[in-house]
């Protein structure tokens, strides 16, 4: 079973404060991703990555910054949160080509910004 | 940059009868469009996937229909039950080699037994 394991599930943080979500995935995919969900919005992609060391852009990088330092690890930085970051984050990991695998989605980590 | 419209938002059906629900896209030169379906606390998961040189694909009660002229692709699913409520959400690929896969907004369907 592919396991993509975030952090953590819920977070509380205030205005101004970074922040780390971690997501590690267990299956030796290339590709990482961190998506952000919204009611209404759907999954929209903030960045994502194809190989260590490596990121692109998304729909959505503003207030957002990456790291992939190993294979298996991708971190999403919030340099300095703001209440309209309140959401839920999603990391997925797959192999091959970027846009034609299957998704495996982490369990979420919910983010509050007061 | 790609786009993808879903609808309906909701859909509420009974028990045993079809859904449908419909996604168009605009770039023409997306090439995969799968579906997912994230159940009530859980992740998302791939229920099925088509890619443009297949106009429809079926896997028992749940089917994908492709339309690359009109683009627009259409999620089926016969003979609903109560664990097929769930949000679905289609996306499309942008086409290029490190293209990303852009979401629609999602339909959150309601099984009433």
């Known amino acids: 079973d592919v396991k993509v394991t975030q952090s953590s599930r819920y977070l509380v943080k205030r205005t101004g404060e970074k922040v780390f979500l971690e997501c590690v995935q267990d299956?030796?995919?290339?590709?990482m991703f961190w998506y952000r969900q919204d009611p209404g919005l759907g999954l929209r992609l903030i960045y994502f990555s194809y190989d260590v060391k490596m990121k692109e852009k998304g729909d959505i990088p503003e207030g957002y910054s990456v790291s992939r330092e190993k294979k298996e690890r991708f971190s999403l930085i919030l340099e300095s949160a703001s209440t309209n970051q309140t959401s839920m984050y999603l990391c997925?990991?797959?192999?091959?080509?970027?846009?034609?695998?299957?998704?495996?989605f982490g369990e979420g980590s919910r983010l509050t910004v007061l | 940059g790609e786009n993808v419209e879903q609808h309906p938002s909701t859909l509420s059906v009974q028990e045993g009868d079809s859904a449908v629900i419909k996604c168009t896209y605009s770039d023409s030169a997306s090439n995969y469009f799968p579906w997912y379906k994230q159940e009530l606390g859980k992740r998302p998961q791939l229920i099925i996937d088509?890619?443009?040189?297949?106009g429809e694909k079926k896997d028992q009660r749940i089917a994908v229909t492709l339309n690359k002229t009109a683009k627009h692709f259409s999620l089926h699913i016969t003979e609903t039950q109560p664990e097929d409520s769930a949000v679905y959400f289609c996306a499309a690929s942008s086409g290029t080699s490190y293209g990303k896969l852009t979401f629609g907004q999602g339909t959150i369907l309601t099984v009433h037994p």
């Open positions: 299956m030796d995919h290339e590709n």
């Open positions: 997925a990991s797959s192999f091959g080509q970027p846009n034609t695998g299957e998704l495996f």
């Open positions: 088509i890619r443009s040189n297949v």
